[in-house]
């Protein structure tokens, strides 16, 4: 279960930038999902929202509230960037150095990067300098990063973009064993069929605003309005 602590409501929630509103008014409670999948066309918004939910993106106005202090909400967070950024140190470096800020001692901090490495199926590359990894590989070490220090919540940003089918498989893996050990996932997607895998609620975005939400399998199966029947054909939608 996740800990219906982490959970958050949007009041009225409007982000404005250079005068254009690209989100808003939104309002929603992200309810007791373990898996949140967030669709919708580009520009839709669904990167601003997430950073609205992790706190990392300025709000014109309206109200975002997580049932903890914000500081204690932000603490159980982790966020992994469409692009993740690296340090462009080893492979073990980088799976320690959230352990490190956290500071958790020496030994703790090795079993656990052990662990992680083998989760992530990079243990042979521990002292690989993370630049070199493959856009796959990469994916997986910034995944890793992230659930070593064990989130409550987890925000990942199209963490399957551009990888081919295997490394897809292993990242839905790991995701599902980290739902099924206690953190909520809120995650983009452009893939439907990833969307239809992992999720057990959907928000599907348009224009900034949020278009149609409820459960997955209500979603899927009988979308209520006429542009995400068209978004789940693949049809293009404005
Ligand atoms: N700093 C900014 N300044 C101006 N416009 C911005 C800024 N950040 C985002 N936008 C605009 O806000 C809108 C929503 O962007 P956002 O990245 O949230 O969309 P998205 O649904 O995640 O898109 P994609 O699927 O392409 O990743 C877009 O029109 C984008 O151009």
């Known amino acids: 279960m996740v800990d219906p602590q982490m959970s ?11 005068g254009k509103t690209v989100l808003g008014p939104v309002n929603l409670d992200l309810g007791a999902a373990r898996f949140t999948i967030v669709i919708g066309p580009n ?16 709000v014109s106005s309206g109200t975002v509230q997580w049932s903890v202090p914000d500081e204690q909400a932000r603490q159980a967070q982790a966020y992994v960037f469409q692009s993740p950024i690296m340090l462009r140190r080893s492979v073990r470096q980088n799976l320690a150095y959230p352990l490190e800020l956290l500071g958790t001692g020496k030994d703790e901090t090795a079993h656990r990067v052990a662990t992680w490495a083998r989760n992530i199926g990079l243990e042979d590359m521990l002292d690989t ?27 990942l940003d199209e963490p399957c973009a551009n990888l081919d089918g295997r490394s897809t498989r292993e990242i839905e893996a790991l995701l599902t064993v980290a739902t099924k050990a206690g953190t909520r996932i809120v995650m983009t997607t452009h893939n439907i069929g ?42 293009i939608v404005e």
């Open 8 to 18: 958050a409501q949007l009041v009225d929630v409007v982000v404005k930038r250079r």
């Open 43 to 58: 520009g839709a918004g669904k990167t601003t929202l997430l950073k609205v939910l992790h706190g990392v993106e300025r």
């Open 129 to 155: 300098p993370a630049p070199r990894l493959s856009g796959g590989e990469k994916q997986k070490l910034a995944l890793g990063r992230a659930l070593i220090r064990q989130p409550k919540v987890l925000f």
């Open 194 to 235: 990833q969307a239809m895998r992992l999720s057990e609620t959907v928000i599907f975005l348009l224009n900034g605003a949020v278009h149609e939400s409820g459960p997955a399998s209500e979603f899927f199966n009988a979308p209520c309005t006429p542009e995400a029947q068209a978004f789940l054909k693949g049809d």
